[in-house]
């Protein structure tokens, strides 16, 4: 079995991503806050489905119950967190890119598949990543993710069975079929 | 007799050539899986949970079985070659296992590690065997006050003992029980939450969840890092078998182990992780050679390995028997099972005793398909994590898409799996538990039924509840988790507050 080592010598490495994103304390206070809104929310729409009584709980009971835990336990750690403000640990914004691109690319496909279909939307997807994520030239990864656009077409719904969509464009193994 | 007829029944069901190809196949795929770092049990689970929908029941649930060991297994292989554990619990593995492969012993630990986990795997499904009749008929003497109260201790449980901030992890319930909450109301028949999107009527799907929070959130994860796979120990075939020396030093462990995963695997909370460290500990603690802990001692690989595979055994107990899974696979697994129609619980041996037995069969064969499997094809395995990182999380990414779509063909599936990644990947950050998100989601149901079903029959009055022995015995319990990280600590401060007191006195 060859090795593999992250040689230096390697031409085209992708460039370093940068530090990672830490959030720090105001973050974490920031995130308690708009879950604390949330749940207040939540709570709040819970009530007016009813909440019942003792003998009988209405539909809004145990969602308000929820909220109220969320809620709760949010504050208690914001609390403690603001105790304890002198010392909060600061944070970084740095946003990595590689990551983002990933959600980039299922929003793509969620807005995309329903004109494109599985195949193709899967395919430019996989450009993206493979162009984003590696130092892979062009072509080769075009040839790629063609072959996992199509492929998992074929695989997943030919050979096991799971509806995958076809768009409006109707390029899939059901349109096909 | 009748429990050994039963499981004779179910080992005769499971050598039907489908049903042995599919178990073959999710080990192999679950192994194939664990390898890679970053993905983990839950994450394989769930992308590949799907595929399993398009079989029958006995088959699906056995794939996903499969896949839930073999990912477990997988785990070990990368942190004993590369030191790069592949799910949460190989941590403990790597702490001499790749010591062990650095002296040029990969091998054997990998070795050690299947056979562990097969002695352990056996052993505890012989224990599901033997306690699966009795608990199950004390659990059809449970009503919804039980129920209610057992799920609570779930939560409590795992909020209390996973480590970490208990406060935000009791947040993180919170959140996991309002998300089930979205969509329609099986108990009064409205639709709750749904903004007045028809899509959002039949709520969230759990695969959308887990693959969400544990797949595209770690891929997140894996992106920002940039981790690179470096050295690969060389592993021929012959260095795979132990001498007799270290089976006799391994077998203690591997026994011991054993027990210990499954006796924390009926407990909820991340049993694997928690096992594994309980018997790195125990052995480091007995061990003669406690000097070479953490520089490849045996006991270090085969302890915690069992433990890991011993904890599958038992956590499939509660699910199996209660229909509560008190970790995040058997949750997963549950989802399988509510999909395929087959609801586990108390009547579960009664209403389908075939489909049940030939499941503890199941897991019993998975067991041997993995010993089988793993050690022959440590080659392909480790060849694997030569796959490009780039190419590598595209195929994930497009698998998980996939997967979560394919569950019910909506694509509104795809944009909680969006949500749910971008969520899980900020709880990681925080340090927030997602494992407690997603079992709350998958608890949620039946604690609602039972709260439901309590206040009922109870007509309001909490009296109700407190009187019935085994409510009182379960509200013990959930005190005794709420209290005792509280006295552990305390007692450990004063220890440590003895042993600098007697360091000063010994110094006058």
Known sequence: MSEVTSSPHVEAEPPAAGPLWEPGDRFRLGFNFAGVALGVVFAWQSALLGLGDPERPGSGLFPLIAGVVLVVFLLIDALRLFVRRRTWTPGTLHLSREAMVVLVAIALYLATVGVLGHALTASAIAVLLLTSLGSRPLFPSVMISLGIGFGSEVLFSALLGLGLPSGLLGIGWSAWM | MDVISSLSGGFEAIFDPVLLATLFVGVLVGSVVGVLPGIGPVGAMAILLPISFTLD????????????????????????????????????????????????????????????????????????TLVARPLSDFATSFSSPEFLLIALFALVALSRLTGGSSIRTFAAVGFGLMLATIGFDAGTGIVRFDMGLSAFVDGIEVTAIAVGMFGIAEILLMAESREDVTRMPKVPFRSLWPTGRDMRVSTGPMIRGGLIGFVLGLLPGPSGVVSSYGSYALERRIAKNKDEFGKGAIQGVAGPEAANNGSSGGAMVPLLILGLPFNAPTALLLAGFTVQGVIPGPLFIDSNPVLFWTLVAGLYAANVALLILNLPLVGMFTSLLKIPRDLLMTLIVVLAIIGTYATRGHLVDVFWLLSMAILGYVFAKLGISRVAVMLAFVIAPTLESSFTQTAVLSGGDIGFVLQRPICQAILGLIVVVLVLPWLTKAAARRRGAVSILQQEVDAS
């Open chain 2, 57 to 128: 029941p006995a088959a699906g649930l056995i794939m996903t079985a499969g896949i839930y060991l073999g990912s477990q297994y997988g785990g070990s292989t990368s942190a004993i070659l590369v030191g790069v554990p592949g799910e949460a619990s190989s941590v403990v593995t790597l702490l001499d296992g790749y010591p062990m492969a650095k002296k040029g012993r990969a091998g054997v630990a990998l070795a050690i590690a299947a056979i562990g986990s097969f002695v352990a795997g056996t052993l505890s499904v012989l224990l599901l």
